[in-house]
């Protein structure tokens, strides 16, 4: 088949480099975002360069130009592979064989650009990735295949990702070139009864209560981490919370006081229990361990954090 790839970072490289690696077809062009001055250029394009890839950047996708370019490689399948901007109905439906994209949930779950972040906000004990059809709304689309993923209990978004969903994804997506290449690909219809969408991750959407179940208050500093990273008040200073521990029990304390400082970071009651703060953020400053913002902050327990 003639594949066009659309995609960018280290996640479309590999599924690029995957697809060549197989052998079976040829990638007649690959689609990353445009060069950003003083920046490396994507590793899409770095791959595809490497790998004698015709390479096609443009602004957006849904102009005149980028539309034209992609039209006239004559492509059989478009691989979207990581696509954050959207991609026009005329570039979907232009290969004579469809277009087949990578999302990383169980889809009609989590549908939107923050799935995986939601997934373990929500408490999910189980996530996943979807391989599907993309149509006009937003990840809307008939599922061409499916992979299943336990989300632990101190999992975060980085190790759910780059230890399972970016792999699994690569090796999903040439699975699901081969099932196209085969012929009479599945096209399941999603069930609308199911679906659920949430929108980009904010910082307004990890602050932290600490009145809330220490479930809960994990749950969110797991799923803000590492962007756009949980947060809460240190008398006026904004504090970012990155790598953390529950610790299960009564506590005594009011929720969010200080209750413990140690070699290893601080303690801060929450409803049932404690989180260990192990890394931390201060406005303007790089992320660093708890027990170096003690040494500048002078939090001691008895603090108390939050609004």
Request: net charge negative; aromatic share 6%; glycine share 10%.
């Amino acid at each position: 088949m003639r594949i066009a790839i659309i995609g960018q970072s280290a996640f479309g490289k590999s599924v690029l480099e995957a697809i060549v690696e197989v052998g079976k077809d040829e990638v007649v062009g690959a689609f990353p975002p445009p060069d950003r001055e003083g920046r490396p250029f994507d590793p899409l394009k770095e791959a595809a360069i490497e790998l004698n890839v015709p390479v096609h950047q443009y602004g957006r996708y849904r102009t005149p130009e980028a539309i034209a370019a992609f039209e006239s490689l004559n492509a059989d399948l478009c691989v979207m592979a990581f696509v954050t901007d959207i991609v026009p109905d005329e570039m979907i439906d232009a290969p004579k064989l469809g277009t087949i994209q990578y999302h990383p949930s169980l889809l009609p779950l989590h549908r939107g650009p923050s799935s995986i972040n939601w997934a373990i906000m929500h408490g999910d004990t189980k996530t996943g990735l979807t391989i599907f059809w993309p149509d006009r709304g937003l990840d809307t689309g008939p599922v061409l295949l499916q992979k299943e993923v336990e989300i632990t209990p101190d999992d975060t978004v980085s190790s759910l990702y780059f230890n399972h969903l970016f792999p699994m994804g690569v090796d999903a997506l040439v699975e699901g070139v081969e099932l196209v290449r085969a012929g009479d690909p599945p096209r399941i219809v999603q069930d609308e009864s199911k679906a659920t969408y949430e929108s980009w991750t904010k910082a307004s959407d990890g602050e932290i209560d600490w009145s809330k179940p220490v479930a809960e208050v994990y749950n969110l500093i797991r799923g803000c981490n590492p962007q756009p990273g949980a947060s809460t008040l240190h008398g006026d200073v904004k504090l970012k919370i990155f790598d953390s521990e529950r610790i299960d029990g009564s506590s005594e304390s009011a929720p969010g006081t200080v209750t413990g400082v140690a070699d290893g970071g601080f303690s801060v009651a929450a409803i049932g229990g404690e989180i260990l703060v192990k890394r931390v953020q201060p406005p303007k400053s790089k992320k660093i361990l708890a027990p170096e913002y003690i040494a500048e902050s002078g939090l001691v327990v008895g603090d108390v954090l939050g609004g």
